[in-house]
């Protein structure tokens, strides 16, 4: 019923930027926090940063001041602006969000995560 895509990702040098997007699609009513986590080869996945359908946004220490989370709450779409990026940020990012959906004649509320999307930064 509701599918979230990534795109995105890919290789880029140290000091590059890349921006990752996620769509939601599907029988939404509502997407309320949405996310982007990661995962490095053999950790654990980590929140990344997150922001409420207001706009409020938080993120881990390592990468505060260097990548931005925003959204478009009318295309269902959130975005990770990633700058100065840095090998250890090697990972694949996934997107995460709490949603509302239709549900006969109400909702339903759910937590979907999108298929992840790789980024590598290497020289």
């Known amino acids: 019923q509701v599918q979230l895509v990534e795109s995105g990702g890919g290789l880029v040098q140290p000091g590059g930027s890349l921006r990752l997007s996620c769509t939601a699609s599907?029988?939404?009513?509502?997407?309320?926090?949405m996310r982007w986590y990661r995962q490095a080869a053999e950790n654990e996945r980590e929140l990344v940063a997150s922001i409420t359908h207001g706009g409020g946004a938080k993120y881990v220490d390592s990468v505060a001041g260097r990548f931005t989370i925003s959204r478009d709450n009318t295309n269902n779409t959130v975005y990770l602006q990633m700058n100065f990026l840095q090998p250890e940020d090697t990972a694949i990012y996934y997107c995460?969000?709490?949603?509302?959906?239709?549900?006969?004649?109400?909702?339903?509320?759910?937590?979907?995560w999108g298929q992840g999307t790789q980024v590598t930064v290497s020289s």
């Open positions: 995460n969000a709490d949603l509302e959906l239709h549900q006969g004649y109400g909702y339903t509320g759910t937590n979907q």
């Open positions: 599907g029988t939404i009513f509502r997407i309320h926090d």
